[in-house]
């Protein structure tokens, strides 16, 4: 189904972002990243992709002592790792687990040193095992929403200049708030300690994020605003998973990269879902896509498409195929006929996004 709406700009917008080293977007790499290990050692042992869906990370943070200058661990993190996958044959899970979780780990969060891994991954049920070849994995969602408006462009633009600081580690968040022509952008950045040796030392590196942030026009910026007296966000890592937060799995940004609660969004972790069967993943980026190309025709200011699947049924054949559409004027049947064809080209497409997604080129956080 085709729906048409009178565009009509919203009058506030929330728009948030959580950076590559925040707990939960560090649990949605990981997942992904044992998905796409696990997707490559099947193809090369099996010649195709075996059962998994490793979309339960926790991430426990640990305790730190810090200092102006340096600190120590008193107790690591720690990255438990659920879910359900077939075993390889060459090599222990276990210890493919905690090499690939260290791995992203390591190239997320340069100054961690210390962590641990927990790997709690087991089979998986034979009925779903036995959908693998046969349909969708799961009864689900998938969203996708076109173009980004400039404050969502904003935002995801925004972590690069704050991680571009000396002395900002790899954990940041950024919350945009608009409300009419008037922009609040309140960040986020994980101070670390090694780079600043007193209080002068850290304001100068907050004043350096603010000014990285203020290119931003007309907008309103506060940067780690919980800071109070000696009460301020230094870390002897970058990241708050020593101490501060926990992470998790599919509570961070969404296929887009944000989080943007009003637009369409679907709540359904997409990392470390098996990239055959598991619509709660292909979905959103069929989606996704599809909402991209739509938004390309002439008179479609914007576009939004939702998927939703039928456990069993052929992933070409969603439940629920609908498109909205947001311009300034009704589109003919020739638009029309044009969005179904671009809809239809996408669900019949989707055998071929397994390779991107066992290449690691597709966005999930």
């Known amino acids: 189904?085709?729906?048409?709406?009178?565009?009509?700009?919203?009058?506030?917008?929330?728009?948030?972002?959580?950076?590559?080293?925040?707990?939960?977007?560090?649990?949605?790499?990981?997942?992904?990243?044992?998905?796409?290990?696990?997707?490559?050692?099947y193809l090369e042992?099996?010649?195709?992709?075996?059962?998994?869906?490793?979309?339960?990370?926790?991430i426990t943070a640990g305790r730190t002592e810090v200092r102006f200058g340096g600190g120590r661990v008193l107790e690591p993190p720690t990255v438990i790792v659920?879910?359900?996958?077939?075993?390889?044959?060459?090599?222990?899970?276990?210890?493919?687990?905690?090499?690939?979780?260290?791995?992203?780990?390591?190239?997320?969060v340069k100054n961690?040193?210390?962590?641990?891994?927990?790997?709690?991954?087991?089979?998986?049920?034979?009925?779903l095992v036995s959908l693998m070849k046969k349909g969708a994995n799961d009864t689900s969602i998938g969203v996708g929403f076109a173009p980004l408006n400039p404050t969502e462009e904003l935002v995801l633009d925004?972590?690069?200049?704050?991680?571009?600081?000396?002395?900002?580690?790899?954990?940041?968040?950024?919350?945009?708030?608009r409300i009419g022509d008037r922009l609040n952008l309140v960040a986020a950045a994980a101070?670390?300690?090694?780079?600043?040796?007193?209080?002068?030392?850290?304001?100068?590196?907050?004043?350096?994020?603010?000014?990285?942030?203020?290119?931003?026009?007309?907008?309103?910026?506060?940067?780690?605003?919980?800071?109070?007296?000696?009460?301020?966000?230094?870390?002897?890592?970058?990241?708050s998973i020593e101490m501060g937060d926990d992470g998790a799995t599919g509570r961070g940004n969404r296929?887009?990269?944000?989080?943007?609660?009003?637009?369409?969004?679907?709540?359904?972790?997409?990392?470390?879902?098996n990239p055959v069967n598991h619509v709660g993943k292909i979905y959103n980026v069929v989606a996704s896509r599809a909402a991209e190309e739509i938004a390309e025709i002439e008179d479609v200011k914007e576009a939004y498409v939702t998927?939703?699947?039928?456990?069993?049924?052929?992933?070409?054949?969603?439940?629920?195929?609908?498109?909205?559409?947001?311009?300034?004027?009704?589109?003919?049947?020739?638009i029309e006929r044009r969005i179904e064809a671009v809809l239809n080209r996408h669900l019949e497409g989707i055998g071929d996004l397994v390779e991107e997604f066992v290449a690691g080129r597709l966005r999930i956080c």
Do not use: C, W
């Not at 950076?19 to 939960?24: A, I, K, M, Q, R």
């Not at 042992?45 to 926790?58: A, P, R, W, Y």
């Not at 961690?112 to 009925?127: A, H, I």
């Not at 998927?307 to 020739?334: F, N, T, W």
């Open 255 to 273: 296929g887009s990269g944000l989080i943007t609660p009003l637009r369409p969004m679907s709540i359904e972790a997409i990392a470390g879902k």
């Open 1 to 41: 189904m085709i729906e048409f709406l009178k565009y009509r700009p919203l009058p506030f917008e929330v728009v948030e972002r959580k950076g590559l080293g925040h707990p939960d977007t560090l649990a949605d790499g990981i997942s992904e990243a044992i998905s796409v290990e696990l997707s490559r050692i």
């Open 307 to 334: 998927l939703v699947s039928r456990i069993g049924a052929p992933l070409a054949e969603p439940l629920l195929r609908a498109v909205e559409i947001r311009g300034e004027s009704q589109p003919d049947e020739k």
């Open 82 to 108: 659920g879910g359900r996958a077939t075993a390889p044959e060459g090599e222990d899970m276990e210890a493919l687990i905690a090499r690939v979780a260290s791995s992203h780990l390591e190239k997320s």
């Open 158 to 177: 925004m972590e690069k200049k704050i991680r571009g600081v000396r002395g900002v580690g790899e954990d940041t968040k950024m919350m945009a708030v």
């Open 191 to 239: 101070i670390v300690s090694r780079y600043v040796t007193s209080m002068e030392d850290y304001r100068e590196v907050k004043a350096k994020v603010r000014e990285a942030i203020g290119e931003a026009d007309d907008a309103e910026v506060a940067v780690n605003a919980a800071d109070s007296d000696e009460n301020i966000f230094l870390t002897l890592t970058g990241s």
């Open 112 to 127: 961690l040193k210390e962590y641990r891994v927990d790997s709690r991954v087991r089979e998986g049920s034979p009925e």
């Open 45 to 58: 042992e099996f010649g195709e992709i075996l059962h998994h869906n490793v979309d339960k990370v926790l």
